[in-house]
């Protein structure tokens, strides 16, 4: 495995920034095919890696050298696993929609979209608050299967 | 219209959320003496155990895990504290590679610090990064007080 690289925590921030605001269009409009495309989005993110994510790739092109750089750099982990968790949540929410389970989508869209605001207005990661909770589940059922 | 109204709703439970997560921030809470919590020292995780000094008065056990950008801010600042004051010691355990002392003490939020009297009892837990002088504070009645500044 490659050593960590470090982070600009801006990064992910400005990307929940946008992420808030697509995911409150899909919530307003039901138009899923946007919440589809968020999914790719957060597919990219999650599975191909942080820099991968066109957010992300926006930020470092646009607004990175417009800010200066950062005073703190963040592993990359746990807002690449919230990644995975918004990819989780997007997937199925673009399912309801689709297939007319609409209160699903909404659903489902709603929680990726308050886990986005408060990450953008707050710097509140969910997903990254729940890494270590999950890590949690798998070694003790990685115990209780040993 | 439903959807705008989920979505303001929404909007409103994050801000609520938000704030009171900022205000935890950093808040101490005092372990109440006959709690649940403060009674059972013999039940404390090994490495909790192991961590405590029984040769100071306190010892500040932080919990972090590998990737959390304040539990590096937490640490510097707690081991500030504990350089100041000789009768306090500082120790970190990591759960994500202990994730069982986490759930022992049910911690949910990284980075928690759990400060314990020599005898492993329970005194106070800070959730986030801590503000060094109302922590000092809090703990001020169980130092002796000659060793304040």
């Known amino acids: 495995m490659s050593p960590t690289q470090y982070i600009d925590p801006r990064g992910p ?6 992420t808030t605001v697509v995911l409150a269009v899909v919530l307003i409009t039901g138009w899923w095919p946007l919440l589809a495309a968020q999914a790719v989005v957060f597919a990219a993110g999650a599975f191909a890696g942080l820099r991968y994510s066109p957010y992300s790739t926006l930020y470092r092109a646009v607004v990175a050298p417009r800010l200066g750089p950062p005073a703190d750099r963040e592993d990359p982990a746990p807002p690449r696993f919230a990644q995975g968790v918004g990819f989780a949540f997007a997937v ?3 399912v309801g929609y689709a297939t007319g389970l609409t209160v699903l989508g909404i659903v489902a869209t709603g929680l990726a979209l308050l886990a986005a605001f408060l990450n953008a207005a707050f710097g509140y990661c969910l997903g990254c608050e729940m890494y270590p909770l999950v890590r ?3 070694v003790r059922s990685g115990e209780n299967t040993a | 219209m439903t ?3 989920i979505t303001l709703v929404i909007f409103a439970v994050g ?7 900022r205000a935890r921030d950093g808040s101490i809470r005092l372990t109440r003496p006959g709690s649940v919590r403060s009674s059972a020292a013999a039940d404390l995780p090994a490495p909790v155990m192991r961590a405590i000094d029984p040769e100071s008065r306190i010892t500040l056990v932080q919990l972090s895990s590998a990737a959390c950008a304040p539990c590096r801010q937490a640490h510097a600042r707690l081991s500030a504290a504990a350089e100041h004051s000789p009768e306090v010691h500082h120790a970190a355990i990591d759960i994500t590679e202990r994730p069982d002392v986490g759930s022992a003490l049910g911690v949910l939020r990284t980075p928690t610090t759990v400060a314990y009297d020599s005898t492993g009892t329970e005194v106070l837990r800070v959730t986030g990064v801590p503000d060094t002088d109302s922590l000092v504070h809090a703990l ?3 130092l002796s007080p000659a060793t304040e500044p």
């Open chain 1, 13 to 18: 921030r400005f990307a929940a920034g946008i």
């Open chain 1, 92 to 94: 199925v929410g673009t």
């Open chain 1, 136 to 138: 949690r589940f798998v």
């Open chain 2, 3 to 5: 959807g705008l109204v």
């Open chain 2, 15 to 21: 801000t609520a959320i938000g704030l009171v997560l």
């Open chain 2, 140 to 142: 001020r009645p169980h």
